[in-house]
């Protein structure tokens, strides 16, 4: 069935080194991808996207990746920041009204 | 510029009492959802207006009434709240001309119901 998962929950990396998040989706028609970062008490704000025709795409300290053989995507976050604490989830979408969303992953930056 | 606005941040209600989520955007943007977020849980779609004039049930609607009021509000009505509504609801918005588009959320209400 649709789903979009994350094999890490909770990910702890020390201030300053690369942060690797992922997420494994099921639904081979889904053409947009979306990575959502979400502070405690706040709304999910958009930090990087890419199409079904790209397999990276690059951003301020971020880098997203799409492996669509393996049907998996990944977050890169470079020199990780304590302001990068954050919950992050993916979300896929097949062009329509439809997104499916993560249960996302607790980044804890460590001093 | 402020984006999507949701009015209120909390709410505490009482079983089978009503009340209504605001949601405006100032993107002019033709789409607007309302989700909701609950623990170990993917945000989960209650409504969507694709346009202004339009509303349709997204993935868990029972128990929700909506209203596009116009192109930049869309609210979210409990009639008879239930404590199984306990969640965080986000509204969201996006340009909905084209496919591939991100989705702009609002900060989102916290809602308890005892």
């Known amino acids: 069935g649709e789903s979009v998962g994350l094999h890490l929950p909770t990910l702890s990396v020390q201030e300053g080194d690369n942060s690797i998040i992922n997420c494994a989706y099921s639904?081979?028609?889904?053409?947009?991808f979306i990575w959502y970062k979400q502070e405690s008490g706040k709304g999910p704000q958009f930090i990087i996207d890419i199409r079904s025709n790209m397999d990276k795409r690059q951003g301020q300290r971020v880098t997203v990746l799409l492996n669509k053989t393996v049907k998996h995507l990944s977050l890169q976050i470079a020199a990780t920041q304590p302001g990068d604490s954050a919950v992050y989830f993916c979300a896929e979408n097949m062009g329509t009204y439809k997104y499916i969303f993560g249960t996302g992953t607790r980044l804890k930056v460590l001093a | 510029n402020a984006g999507v606005t949701q009015t209120p941040k909390f709410q505490v209600l009482k079983t089978g009492q009503s009340m209504t989520l605001q949601c405006a955007q100032d993107m002019n943007h033709n789409s607007m959802y309302w989700y909701r977020q609950d623990p170990g849980m993917g945000l989960r779609l209650i409504y969507y207006s694709a346009s202004e004039g339009t509303t349709d049930k997204g993935e868990v609607p029972n128990g929700y009434n909506v209203s596009r009021l116009n192109k930049r509000e869309f609210s979210l009505r409990l009639e008879s709240a239930a404590p199984s509504q306990t969640s965080v609801y986000f509204c969201a918005s996006r340009e909905g001309g084209t496919s591939n588009e991100k989705l702009f959320f609002g900060s989102g209400t916290q809602l308890s119901v005892l």
């Open positions: 639904n081979s028609a889904s053409d947009y």
